[in-house]
């Protein structure tokens, strides 16, 4: 089966480091995604992962092992515009995604 | 680039009419395209990937016979819900995804259906 789980809600204050972590069970891997959805709108990528380790994109890092089913999301200087969804997405073999529940995140002041 | 659009953006229907959504990637050949489905505060659910050419895969659950999808060139991808009713009311996202070693899918911005 297919299983990816991430917290439901999270809420940190602006300038401060927030972690969204996703666990995953899948049959197959070839790499896991993280995307930024705001409300009413589309997906936008952020970061890609297939191999172990941190990867790291100006405010934002991901972190994957492979071995344990486990990425993070690390967003670092939190801004208000940093309040949206976050979703994690697997894909497995073929090129189909499963995306995890999402997590939304609160910015506040 | 890399760029992929969606029409329309939003449209309201009446109970019982077809609605087509077009999905086309702008800049560049999209060997395969995903329809998703986002009801609120939920995450995406894949209904079915189209390869150009090919009839589409669904996922379990998803009615082929209502939601048409027809992928007849490398950049052009459409959804056609027929006799809509208002549990079709969603958000509507399409994506497309090139050959390579990566296979980002790049999302269109969603088309968001109301059935009255």
């Known amino acids: 089966g297919q299983n990816i789980d991430q917290p439901t809600e999270m809420t940190a204050t602006e300038g401060a480091i927030v972690q969204i972590n996703c666990t995953y069970q899948?049959?197959?891997?070839?790499?896991l995604f993280w995307y930024q959805q705001h409300a009413g709108e589309a997906p936008t990528f952020l970061s890609y992962?297939?191999?172990?380790g941190l990867e790291e994109k100006g405010r934002f890092s991901s972190f994957l092992s492979r071995s344990k089913g486990y990425s993070y999301l690390l967003l670092k200087e939190l801004q208000m515009k940093d309040s949206a969804s976050y979703l994690c997405a697997v894909r497995g073999y073929g090129q189909n995604f499963v995306f995890g529940p999402g997590t939304r995140l609160s910015v506040l002041p | 680039g890399a760029v992929v659009s969606q029409h329309p953006s939003w449209v309201i229907c009446k109970s019982g009419t077809s609605v087509k959504i077009e999905c086309r990637s702008l800049d560049f050949q999209a060997t395969t395209m995903f329809w998703y489905r986002q009801f609120p505060k939920q995450s995406l659910m894949l209904m079915a990937t189209s390869n150009e050419g090919s009839k589409a895969t669904y996922e379990q659950g998803v009615e082929k016979d209502k939601f048409l999808i027809n992928h007849a060139s490398l950049t052009l991808s459409t959804l056609t819900v027929t006799s809509a009713h208002p549990e079709d009311s969603s958000f509507y996202i399409c994506s497309a995804s090139t050959s390579g070693s990566r296979h980002e899918q790049f999302f269109g911005p969603g088309t968001r259906l109301t059935v009255l």
């Open positions: 992962n297939v191999l172990d």
């Open positions: 899948t049959s197959g891997f070839n790499g």
